[in-house]
């Protein structure tokens, strides 16, 4: 197993734990400017502490758009192949949802989770995730196809679930199975929901006794209003925050160790039904 110089390597009996430096990026998104985007993604990234990942918005290189024709971009578009660029300058995993359109016509809202070549067997170092709950609500079943799998990706030895904003709100489809250590949650959460955003992110942590990491912009787009609420939620459920309405990064440790005792210690999802 590989471990970079941000991770502190625990032993517990004969059990490797690591803690890992995570930072998450709320962001005031250009609507329909993707190179615009990257640019404020870049600047916001290199202004921090060295992270092991850094986790986008949902959606972060366009805004949120329901209507993708003329927006989405290819598998192989210009936002992956920075995301790629990125992850090898970084030495470091980096995630965030892209409007995308495949090779058949559809559109899938694809939260990729991008990791350094040389880091990853076969050099297999894009994973994604199709976000699965389209909100109906605002219209995003019309033109994008949900996807249908789980999807967990592992990276330094962490275990991460992949989710995509409305989803957050289904937490059958989010259960833990003793197979992930941290959820990643990335959205496009308006402020007018925004104490359903906060509770929820708290909730998912304490039933899943797992890290939430829920990445929210904040701005405007043509619909609505953010106010971010950007949170890195621990096993207890209590969350750090990122200043309400203002693009700002956070920058927090998961600590493996820390989550395997606790989970040890009461063992809920032992007992799950």
């Known amino acids: 197993m590989y471990f970079s110089a941000n991770l502190l390597v625990h032993k517990w009996g004969n059990v490797y734990f690591c803690s890992m430096k995570v930072t998450l990026i709320q962001m005031d998104v250009a609507w329909g400017e ?28 366009t805004g949120y758009n329901v209507e ?32 995308v359109r495949l090779a058949d016509g559809s559109f899938r809202n694809r939260l990729y989770f991008v990791t350094p070549d040389s880091l990853t067997p076969l050099g297999n170092n894009v994973q994604w ?58 959205a496009s959460w308006p402020a007018v929901r925004m104490h359903a955003w906060l509770v929820l992110l708290c909730a998912r942590a304490i039933e899943n006794q797992c890290y939430v990491l829920g990445v929210n912009r904040v701005g405007t787009d043509p619909v609505c209003e953010y106010s ?19 693009a700002s990064v956070l920058t927090q440790t998961l600590d493996l160790k820390h989550l395997r005792h606790f989970r040890d210690k009461f063992p809920v999802l032992k007992e799950m039904d």
Not at 230 to 241: E, H, I, L, N
Request: glycine share 8%; hydrophobic share 35%; proline share 6%.
């Open 228 to 246: 971010g609420g950007t949170s890195c939620v621990d096993p207890y459920g209590v969350p750090t925050t990122c200043p309400e309405g203002k």
């Open 129 to 186: 995730y199709d976000k699965h709950h389209l909100f109906s609500y605002g219209g995003e079943d019309v033109h994008y196809t949900p996807g249908e799998e789980r999807v967990n990706v592992e990276w330094r030895g962490v275990r991460f679930r992949l989710c995509t904003c409305y989803d957050l709100r289904f937490p059958f489809w989010l259960r833990n199975r003793d197979d992930y250590d941290a959820l990643i949650c990335v």
């Open 68 to 99: 993708p024709e003329g927006v989405a971009e290819s598998e192989s578009g210009e936002t992956l192949e920075w995301m790629k660029r990125m992850a090898v300058r970084l030495d470091a995993a980096v995630a965030g949802s892209v409007a």
């Open 34 to 61: 993707p190179s615009t985007n990257r640019e404020t993604a870049e600047r916001a990234i290199l202004s921090v502490e060295k992270s092991d990942l850094y986790v986008l918005p949902e959606m972060w290189n």
